[in-house]
């Protein structure tokens, strides 16, 4: 068997949060399970699933699952981002500034685990508005795929950037 010239890195994996829902059937409350998942490479690639189930562990699965198909690339400059970007969905308002060294990834929970999992080890983060996990998660991902570097804008252009 050959060896890939590149060595991929393996996945890693965490839970950003449970969601528990229950419904009232004549027996009494019924539980059923939700839970968000960030995948990542800690490289440049990051993926968020979301599965229900009603057992904790088979909605951390179904959610792993689901962000393993939904991978993104994530253009990186260094340990931080290339520039400033504003993420948004639904309520939520997320401000991505890059940082120096040695700053850390200054964000809530919710965030934080979306943009380490991307490879991001400098970055100041600010939410508006909503602040749900889903909310904040999904705005992450989005500011994070507004992205772009220097080669990409310089292809689009057709000009060389100094």
């Known amino acids: 068997m050959r ?3 590149h060595e991929e890195k393996p996945l890693e994996d965490t839970v950003v949060k449970i969601y528990r829902c229950s419904k009232v059937v004549k ?13 990542g490479d800690r490289a440049g ?9 009603n057992e904790v562990p088979l909605a ?43 700053t850390g990834v200054i964000a809530g929970s919710s965030a934080r685990a979306v943009l380490e999992y991307a490879g991001v080890h400098d970055v100041l983060t600010k939410v508006y508005g909503s602040t749900a996990a889903k909310n904040v998660v999904k705005a992450t991902l989005n ?4 992205l772009r570097n220097k080669e990409t ?3 689009l252009r057709g000009v060389a950037i100094s």
Not at 60 to 84: C, F, N, W, Y
């Open 3 to 5: 060896k890939p010239e």
């Open 27 to 39: 027996g009494g409350r019924r539980f059923s399970f939700a839970a968000l998942v960030v995948v």
């Open 45 to 53: 690639n990051v993926g968020i699933g979301y599965g229900k189930a």
């Open 60 to 102: 951390v699965e179904k959610g792993m699952k689901d962000a393993k198909k939904s991978m993104h690339g994530v253009p990186l400059l260094e340990r931080t981002i290339p520039h400033q970007v504003i993420g948004r969905f639904g309520a939520t308002k997320i401000v991505l500034v890059p940082a120096s060294p040695g």
């Open 143 to 146: 500011g994070l795929l507004k």
């Open 153 to 155: 804008i310089e292809a």
